[in-house]
């Protein structure tokens, strides 16, 4: 029985025969779409490649181009002020001196992804769905290469001073040059003409706002909580395990420190730090419920979608790929195992209507015990979930 692809027993009725039998209509023409798949097996590298290419290739192009203008020159001309008439510095906030990064650039993208593949890589011991981790590093780049993208984007356009601006223009402003080479009023405001510094030190320097560093971070971070939070039932409905709070919230305390690491070294403003961890989050957050069934249901948000067939939560496919065994989850027999042995245990199993669900389906969601039943029969703790 191989690591990925465990066959998820009495789950599979439904969209598995889907698989075979979806087809699209044509007056009286029929034909099998290639992208329904049975998400309970995995897939030959062939069928994969069909359901995922489009995908591929929008992220190989979407990234180029953000390669592309992270090497473009600034676009905006921004003017800054310099001095006071004394000759003190208008903004000693942008005065700071140029210093190696903490964290640099390349580490922490390589954190943001490495780590949650690692993870996810881990949790397979238990999971054991190709599916499961197809959607998790699949979602885990649409996180990462939409958010970098996105916050790009705002860098060139827009941009901003880092801490370390001044140190790196290296302003030479000669007094009696003065009305020649400023602007605005008394000619007291500058643009980087006056620079003298590294012209690809200068270009870097005007684009502090939005971090990116915060960005990928976060974009990464965020979506492995997520993850986590899905696969352990942290939130959920039953008393989990101190541990596994911490292990949801650690990725949140890594990007925050990789954001952090920024302040302390003078490649970013506060500001800057907090507007790339909104992107990041924001895509995080985006990413992931397009490739599971909720963020935040804790009966849904383990579940990875299917490309064409849609999830109503009768019976899904990989509906016990979770992590945690506690109250009877990933086992089919406790957890959703259906209403005959949740009547054997006094439990009753009711329609659930919500936006994930469908109005009423059954869920197979033990809902709560009945109570004054004839034997006094008792729920067994281990299957109230």
């Not at 238990?126 to 780049?141: K, T, Y």
């Amino acid at each position: 029985m191989g690591l990925l692809s465990r066959f998820q027993r009495n789950n599979t009725t439904d969209l598995a025969s889907a698989s075979n039998t979806h087809a699209t209509s044509f007056g009286s023409h029929t034909r099998k779409d290639p992208l329904v798949t049975n998400m309970s097996q995995r897939p030959t590298f062939r069928r994969w490649f069909t359901v995922t290419w489009l995908d591929l290739v929008t992220m190989a192009i979407i990234g180029a181009i953000g390669l592309g203008v992270s090497e473009a020159h600034p676009a905006a001309s921004r003017s800054f002020p310099i001095y006071f008439q004394d000759g003190e510095i208008v903004y000693p906030q942008f005065a700071y001196p140029m210093r190696n990064e903490i964290v640099p650039i390349w580490a922490a993208t390589v954190l943001a992804l490495a780590v949650p593949i690692a993870v996810f890589l881990i949790c397979q011991i238990r999971v054991r769905s190709f599916w499961d981790l197809n959607n998790a590093i699949i979602g885990l780049e649409y996180s990462l290469i939409a958010a970098s993208v996105f916050q790009v984007f705002i860098k060139w356009l827009i941009g901003g001073l880092r801490s370390h601006f001044l140190a790196v223009c290296k302003p030479n402003v000669p007094v009696q040059a003065a009305q020649e080479t400023g602007n605005g009023l008394r000619q007291i405001m500058y643009d980087r003409r006056v620079c003298t510094g590294n012209q690809k030190q200068i270009d870097d320097s005007l684009e502090s706002f939005p971090s990116g560093h915060s960005t990928a971070a976060f974009a990464g971070f965020v979506f492995l909580s997520l993850y986590l939070n899905a696969k352990l039932k942290l939130w959920s409905n039953y008393h989990p395990d101190f541990w596994k709070l911490i292990a949801i919230w650690a990725p949140i305390l890594g990007a925050t420190l990789i954001a952090g690491a920024l302040t302390i070294d003078e490649y970013h403003n506060w500001y800057d730090c907090l507007a790339g961890a909104i992107i990041g989050t924001v895509m995080a957050l985006s990413a992931y419920r397009m490739v599971y069934a909720s963020i935040w249901d804790w009966r849904t948000n383990h579940i990875p979608l299917n490309r064409a067939v849609p999830f109503n939560g009768a019976r899904p496919e990989l509906e016990h790929s979770v992590f945690t065994r506690q109250a009877g989850w990933g086992d089919a027999s406790k957890h959703a195992g259906g209403e005959n042995q949740a009547a054997g245990h006094g439990l009753q199993v009711g329609p659930v209507a919500n936006e994930d669900y469908g109005q009423g389906q059954t869920s197979g969601v033990i809902r709560k015990p009945l109570e004054g039943t004839g034997n006094h029969a008792r729920a067994d703790p281990g299957n109230l979930v």
